[in-house]
C-alpha cells in the first residue's frame, strides 16, 4: 500500500497540474484571438500574403501548445493515481529542471523577479517529486513501462522541453536603449507659420501638362516657344503666388509624423509639389526670356527654399526627404540653364551666391529621417512587446537590432562625400548578405526550428528597408549646388571683367568666400577658362543615380 502522505503529496501535484492546464487553455485561446485582431490592422500595410504566412506559424505555435497540455493530462492523471508508468517521464522533466534551474541561476544578470522565483520553486519541485517517486517507486502501482501512453507524452514534450529550456538558457535582450534615436520636443509652429499649409493651398490651383512634350522640351532647356509658354503660366497664376509665398517661410512639418507615427501612419501627400517646382521653373525660364533677370533668379530659388524646408524638417519621412531634393534638383537645373543661355547682371548673381551656400550639408536633415523611420518600425511593431519572450520569440534582441541597424546608417552620413563609396559598398555588402540569409532561412522554413528569435527573421524578410542609398543621393545633391554656386560666381566674373578666370582662386574673396570644391572627388572643381563650362570627372557622372 502506497504512503498516505506520498499521496497526498502527488495528488496535490496533479490537481494543481489540472487547474493550470485549464488556464493554460484560456491564456492561449484569448492570447490567440488578440494577436488575430492586431496582425489585422496591419495587413493592409505589409500585403495579404505576408500575414497571412506570419498567422500560419502562430496558428502552428498555438495548436502544439494546445496539444501540449493534453498530453500533460496524461502525466497528472498517471500522478494522481500513483500509476509507475510516470516515474521514467518524472526523470525526463527532471532533468530539464536541473538545466532550467541552472540557466536561471546563471543567467547575467541575474534577477530575482516573482517569476524567476516562481520558475525556480516549479523546478526544484519536479525534482524532488522525480526524487520521491524513484526512493518510493514501490508505493506505486502497475508497471514502469506502458510504452502507448509515455510515447504519446514523449513526442509532444520533449519538442516543448527542449524549447522550455533554449528559453532560459538564451533569453531575450534588456529592452533597447534608444534615447538617442528618439526624437522629443518636436516643435509645431501655428498653422500661418508653417509651409505645409501654405503647399496645401496649391494643390488644386497648380495645373501642369505631364504629356505635353512641349512643356518638358522647355523646362530642359531645349527649346522654348513663349507664346505656349504665356499660356500655361496664366492659367497658373494664381498658384504661381502660392509658390513664391511658400519660399518666403522657414518652417515645414508634416502635422501628422510627429507624434506616435507609425507605418500605419496617414503620410502627407507632396506629389503636386513636383508639379509646383514645374510651373515656377518654367517661369524664371519665362522672365530670363523677357529679360527680368531678378524676377528669373528668385523664381529659380523658390523650389530649392522650398526642398530645403522640406529636407530641414524636424521630423521629417522619406517622402519629405526625397520630394524636397526633387524640388532642389528641378530649381538647380533651371538656374544652370539660365546661366548657360542668358548673362545675368552680377548684382544679380552676388546675393544667390551667398544663399547657395547654404543648401549643403543636409546630414542633420538624413539623420532625422533615419530616427522617424526607426520609431515608426518600433510603433508598427510594439504590440509584439505585448507577449511572453522564448527562443523563437524575442522582441527586445530585434528592436536592439533594428536600432543598431540605424545607427549604423546614420554612422555613414558622418562620412564625408570623398571617402563615402568604400564605407557604403562595405555596408551594402554586409546588409545584402544579412538579406539573402534571412530569406534563405524563411524560404526553408524547416531550418526556423533551429534559429534563435525565428519569428522575426519572419519578419525582418517583410518590413527591413535599407536607406543607405539615401547617402549617395545626398552627396549627389551637394555636388549639384556647389557646381550651381561656382556658375554663378564664373558668369558674375565675366559680367565684371568680360573673361572668365584663369584660376578659381581669382573669385576668392569677392565673389565667393572660399574655394569652392566638389563634394565626391575632396578636390577644386576644374572649368574650361574660355566657356565657363564646369568639368565633372567621368567617374563621377558614371557613378551618379541623380
Not at 218 to 245: F, H, P, T, V, Y
Not at 332 to 347: A, D, G, N, Y
Request: glycine fraction near 4%; charge should be negative.
Amino acid at each position: 500500500m502506497p504512503l498516505n502522505w506520498l499521496r497526498m503529496v502527488f495528488k496535490v501535484w496533479a490537481v494543481i497540474g489540472f487547474l493550470a492546464i485549464a488556464g493554460g487553455i484560456i491564456l492561449l485561446v484569448s492570447s490567440l484571438l488578440s494577436f488575430i485582431g492586431t496582425v489585422k490592422g496591419l495587413g493592409d500595410f505589409w500585403g495579404l500574403g505576408s500575414i497571412e504566412t506570419l498567422t500560419a506559424y502562430y496558428y502552428v505555435f498555438y495548436a502544439a501548445g494546445f496539444v501540449l497540455l493534453l498530453a500533460y493530462l496524461l502525466l497528472f492523471w498517471g500522478a494522481f493515481k500513483l500509476c509507475k508508468w510516470v516515474i521514467p517521464i518524472l526523470f525526463i522533466l527532471a532533468f530539464f529542471s536541473i538545466i532550467n534551474i541552472f540557466a536561471i541561476l546563471f543567467r547575467q544578470p541575474l534577477q530575482f523577479s516573482a517569476g524567476t522565483v516562481f520558475l525556480i520553486l516549479w523546478n526544484a519541485a519536479l525534482i524532488i517529486l522525480a526524487s520521491l517517486a524513484h526512493f518510493y517507486r514501490h508505493s506505486f502501482s502497475g508497471t514502469l513501462r506502458k510504452l502507448p501512453l509515455q510515447i504519446i507524452f514523449f513526442i509532444f514534450a520533449i519538442p516543448v522541453l527542449t524549447f522550455g529550456s533554449l528559453t532560459l538558457l538564451y533569453p531575450d535582450l534588456p529592452e533597447v536603449d534608444d534615447l538617442d534615436l528618439i526624437q522629443v520636443d518636436i516643435f509645431v509652429p501655428p498653422q500661418e507659420e508653417n509651409v505645409y499649409f501654405a503647399l496645401e493651398d496649391i494643390r488644386w490651383q497648380v495645373h501642369e501638362s505631364p504629356k505635353d512634350t512641349k512643356y518638358w522640351q522647355m523646362l530642359e532647356g531645349k527649346e522654348w516657344d513663349q507664346a505656349e509658354a504665356d499660356s500655361i503660366l496664366k492659367e497658373n497664376e494664381g498658384a504661381l503666388e502660392e509658390i513664391r509665398k511658400a519660399a518666403t517661410y522657414s518652417y515645414y512639418q508634416c502635422p501628422t509624423t510627429t507624434e506616435d507615427i507609425s507605418y500605419l501612419s496617414a503620410l502627407c501627400s507632396l506629389t503636386h509639389l513636383r508639379q509646383a517646382a514645374g510651373i515656377i521653373s518654367l517661369s524664371a525660364l519665362s522672365k530670363a526670356h523677357q529679360e527680368d533677370f531678378q524676377g528669373a533668379i528668385e523664381d529659380g530659388l523658390a523650389p530649392i527654399r522650398i526642398g530645403q524646408l522640406l529636407i530641414d524638417a524636424p521630423a521629417p519621412t522619406i517622402i519629405d526627404y526625397l520630394v524636397g531634393e526633387i524640388m532642389k534638383e528641378r530649381g538647380l537645373e533651371t538656374l544652370q540653364i539660365i546661366l548657360k543661355t542668358h548673362e545675368v547682371p552680377s548684382e544679380i548673381l552676388l546675393p544667390a551666391i551667398s544663399e547657395m551656400a547654404t543648401y549643403t550639408q543636409n546630414e542633420a536633415g538624413l539623420k532625422n529621417i533615419l530616427r522617424n523611420e526607426y520609431v515608426a518600425g518600433k510603433n508598427t511593431l510594439s504590440f509584439f512587446l505585448k507577449y511572453d519572450s522564448n527562443f523563437y520569440f524575442q522582441p527586445k534582441r530585434f528592436f536592439n537590432e533594428m536600432a543598431e541597424r540605424s545607427r549604423q546608417q546614420m554612422a555613414l552620413t558622418d562620412i564625408q562625400c570623398h571617402q563615402l563609396r568604400p564605407a557604403l559598398e562595405e555596408y551594402q555588402k554586409r546588409a545584402r548578405e544579412e538579406l539573402f540569409e534571412t530569406m534563405d532561412r524563411v524560404e526553408r522554413w524547416w531550418r526556423l526550428a533551429f534559429i534563435r528569435n525565428a519569428v522575426f527573421e519572419i519578419v525582418k524578410s517583410i518590413i527591413i528597408m535599407d536607406f543607405s542609398g539615401l547617402q549617395e543621393r545626398r552627396c549627389e545633391a551637394d555636388l549639384l549646388v556647389e557646381q550651381t554656386r561656382l556658375q554663378m560666381a564664373l558668369e558674375a566674373y565675366k559680367q565684371d571683367r568680360g573673361l572668365y578666370p584663369d584660376f578659381q582662386s581669382e573669385l576668392v574673396p569677392n565673389y565667393i568666400s572660399e574655394l569652392i570644391v566638389n563634394p565626391i572627388t575632396d578636390t577644386q572643381f576644374e572649368f574650361n577658362q574660355k566657356t565657363g563650362e564646369i568639368v565633372i570627372p567621368t567617374e563621377v557622372i558614371q557613378n551618379s543615380s541623380f
